[in-house]
């Protein structure tokens, strides 16, 4: 959680919007999935390179 508070207010915003924007649950846990890795990982942000997030 303290990764995702840290992240500036769009990426949070893109983040659940894509999430949400899932009509599947399989996808659905698939970009929940790869959020939570990607903010684990920092560094990355919807799978670009986010040097300001890097740990």
């Known amino acids: 959680m ?3 508070l840290a992240r500036p ?3 949070k915003n893109d983040y659940i919007g ?3 924007r899932a009509k599947r ?3 659905r846990s698939k970009r ?3 959020m939570l890795a990607e903010l684990e990982q920092g560094g990355v942000y919807m799978k670009m390179k986010h040097p300001a997030s890097v740990k």
């Open 25 to 27: 649950d399989e996808t």
């Open 18 to 20: 894509w999430i949400t």
């Open 9 to 11: 207010d769009y990426q």
């Open 2 to 4: 303290p990764d995702y």
């Open 32 to 34: 929940i999935a790869q």
